[in-house]
């Protein structure tokens, strides 16, 4: 029997609209390296490690009548050519120009009846640097029997052993009879399953984001500032199918050198930096700040321990929450923002106001591509009632990674939007890095750039406050 997907998995194939497609997207940008990383380099590693992500080679088949969920099925035709594209950008290309086209990329739905994944070569990058971006569908990356495949490319050093090619033989495909059969077997153990499939592959919106909002579990029911109005904010509009999309640069060490200041977290002073550009976007944009305002932000995370950057590739915590924070946009003073935050962080730590680990395990997932999916997967459903938009922090591996040789030097994480929510957050540390991708609707961000362009100014207030 194919193995069926998930009803959290289900869900997101039928929440999809063409305003809000379901997939999480990721930027990293690589410098060539000395054999250079050119497609049919980048075509081969993804030949030779795609047995680590079987799921890659499988696509949807749904059963006839929806009597069941969807099931996942090899693909007898998988093109490995027609997943990994190639794209170029006029030399020198500029990081606006790869922006543009990112945004371009991730306003296009993925070809359902295909694997859901899709990867770029984009060259013609200035000093020699050349851009993978990636694209995967939220149904497919669960964090537990599927990850990223932006993760089992990379490699800890550029002399790599390369992994020799496994013979693939596809399964047969099952037939409707079969499928058909199966699902009626099924629904003798569980009779209401059947009336529940359909009313959800049929378009009953309520029925699924119910679905989803039931299997996030204790994102509701454990989150204390769902029961407060979320703040009225330019942030929430009816999205169209058009996204633009921005990037900031940041020095880890600025954020460990506030955290040592204001003994807080770097996730912290992250969130306050991020309310500091808010505050500085809103203004621009002559929206009315009064000194009590906030934008709400749900914060899923990896935590460990220390609260800081994992030590190895592939360790990023066995722990992960959620939390729903409200950042305090109308307080001009960086340093009362950064208390502020840090004062809500440690109120939900102690206090338990938490979305369990187990829960978040079901919702997402612990490497870093992966990760990101989890603030969207947690939203579907239920964003215009509980929060602005989602903020997702991921700490990645501080000493530098390779895919075929290639160094990379920087990744940018592109969190879908949710409905309703014309923007979405996305930040990952990396080799003394800290990296920020501004996915936005075209139309409510228009001025996304703007804002990615605060984030080196809010960070330079917390810092000339320690001076």
């Given at each position: 029997?194919?193995?069926?997907?998930?009803?959290?998995?289900?869900?997101?194939?039928?929440?999809?609209?063409?305003?809000?497609?379901?997939?999480?997207?990721g930027v990293a940008v690589f410098r060539k390296g000395p054999?250079?990383?050119?497609?049919?380099?980048?075509?081969?590693?993804?030949?030779?490690?795609?047995?680590?992500?079987?799921?890659?080679?499988?696509?949807?088949?749904?059963?006839?009548?929806?009597?069941?969920?969807?099931?996942?099925?090899?693909?007898?035709?998988?093109?490995?050519?027609?997943?990994?594209?190639?794209?170029?950008?006029?030399?020198?290309?500029?990081?606006?120009?790869?922006?543009?086209?990112?945004?371009?990329?991730?306003?296009?739905?993925?070809?359902?009846?295909?694997?859901?994944?899709?990867?770029?070569?984009?060259?013609?990058?200035?000093?020699?640097?050349?851009?993978?971006?990636?694209?995967?569908?939220?149904?497919?990356?669960?964090?537990?029997?599927?990850?990223?495949?932006?993760?089992?490319?990379?490699?800890?050093?550029?002399?790599?052993?390369?992994?020799?090619?496994?013979?693939?033989?596809?399964?047969?495909?099952?037939?409707?009879?079969?499928?058909?059969?199966?699902?009626?077997?099924?629904?003798?153990?569980?009779?209401?399953?059947?009336?529940?499939?359909?009313?959800?592959?049929?378009?009953?919106?309520?029925?699924?984001?119910?679905?989803?909002?039931?299997?996030?579990?204790?994102?509701?029911?454990?989150?204390?500032?769902?029961?407060?109005?979320?703040?009225?904010?330019?942030?929430?509009?009816?999205?169209?199918?058009?996204?633009?999309?921005?990037?900031?640069?940041?020095?880890?060490?600025?954020?460990?050198?506030?955290?040592?200041?204001?003994?807080?977290?770097?996730?912290?002073?992250?969130?306050?930096?991020?309310?500091?550009?808010?505050?500085?976007?809103?203004?621009?944009?002559?929206?009315?700040?009064?000194?009590?305002?906030?934008?709400?932000?749900?914060?899923?995370?990896?935590?460990?321990?220390?609260?800081?950057?994992?030590?190895?590739?592939?360790?990023?915590?066995?722990?992960?929450?959620?939390?729903?924070?409200?950042?305090?946009?109308?307080?001009?003073?960086?340093?009362?923002?950064?208390?502020?935050?840090?004062?809500?962080?440690?109120?939900?730590?102690?206090?338990?106001?938490?979305?369990?680990?187990?829960?978040?395990?079901?919702?997402?997932?612990?490497?870093?591509?992966?990760?990101?999916?989890?603030?969207?997967?947690?939203?579907?459903?239920?964003?215009?009632?509980?929060?602005?938009?989602?903020?997702?922090?991921?700490?990645?591996?501080?000493?530098?990674?390779?895919?075929?040789?290639?160094?990379?030097?920087?990744?940018?994480?592109?969190?879908?939007?949710?409905?309703?929510?014309?923007?979405?957050?996305?930040?990952?540390?990396?080799?003394?890095?800290?990296?920020?991708?501004?996915?936005?609707?075209?139309?409510?961000?228009?001025?996304?750039?703007?804002?990615?362009?605060?984030?080196?100014?809010?960070?330079?207030?917390?810092?000339?406050?320690?001076?």
């Amino acid at each position: 029997m194919p193995p069926r997907l998930s009803a959290l998995d289900a869900s997101f194939l039928y929440l999809e609209q063409p305003t809000t497609p379901m997939h999480v997207g990721g930027v990293a940008v690589f410098r060539k390296g000395p054999e250079g990383l050119d497609y049919d380099r980048l075509v081969r590693l993804v030949e030779q490690r795609i047995s680590l992500v079987p799921r890659y080679r499988q696509k949807v088949r749904h059963v006839p009548g929806n009597l069941a969920r969807p099931v996942w099925v090899d693909d007898t035709d998988f093109d490995t050519a027609y997943h990994v594209r190639r794209s170029a950008l006029p030399r020198p290309g500029t990081d606006a120009q790869l922006c543009e086209l990112v945004a371009r990329l991730m306003s296009r739905p993925l070809d359902h009846t295909r694997p859901l994944w899709e990867m770029y070569l984009v060259e013609g990058l200035a000093d020699e640097r050349v851009a993978v971006v990636t694209k995967t569908h939220q149904a497919m990356v669960d964090g537990i029997s599927a990850i990223d495949l932006s993760q089992v490319i990379l490699d800890v050093s550029p002399e790599a052993k390369p992994r020799a090619e496994e013979v693939w033989m596809p399964r047969p495909t099952p037939s409707d009879v079969r499928l058909v059969a199966e699902a009626i077997g099924e629904a003798v153990s569980r009779p209401g399953e059947i009336a529940d499939n359909v009313r959800a592959a049929t378009g009953d919106a309520v029925a699924t984001a119910t679905k989803v909002a039931g299997m996030a579990g204790k994102l509701v029911t454990m989150a204390w500032a769902a029961t407060r109005p979320v703040p009225g904010t330019p942030l929430n509009v009816e999205v169209s199918t058009q996204r633009r999309f921005a990037v900031a640069r940041t020095n880890l060490e600025d954020y460990r050198a506030v955290r040592a200041a204001h003994d807080c977290t770097v996730n912290d002073v992250v969130l306050s930096v991020v309310a500091g550009a808010l505050r500085s976007w809103l203004l621009s944009r002559g929206e009315p700040v009064t000194s009590g305002a906030t934008v709400r932000a749900m914060v899923p995370m990896s935590v460990r321990g220390d609260a800081d950057v994992p030590s190895s590739a592939g360790t990023l915590g066995n722990r992960v929450s959620s939390f729903l924070v409200d950042l305090p946009v109308g307080e001009p003073s960086p340093v009362v923002r950064l208390h502020h935050v840090a004062h809500a962080m440690r109120e939900h730590t102690s206090t338990g106001r938490n979305v369990g680990a187990d829960t978040l395990v079901r919702i997402g997932g612990f490497a870093p591509p992966t990760l990101h999916a989890l603030g969207a997967r947690a939203a579907s459903g239920m964003a215009r009632h509980i929060f602005n938009l989602v903020v997702t922090n991921v700490p990645g591996p501080q000493f530098p990674l390779f895919a075929a040789g290639a160094r990379m030097l920087e990744m940018f994480p592109v969190v879908p939007l949710a409905k309703g929510q014309a923007l979405a957050i996305g930040l990952t540390s990396y080799d003394g890095g800290v990296y920020y991708g501004f996915n936005g609707d075209r139309d409510g961000m228009a001025d996304v750039e703007v804002l990615a362009g605060m984030v080196d100014e809010a960070l330079d207030e917390l810092r000339a406050a320690n001076r």
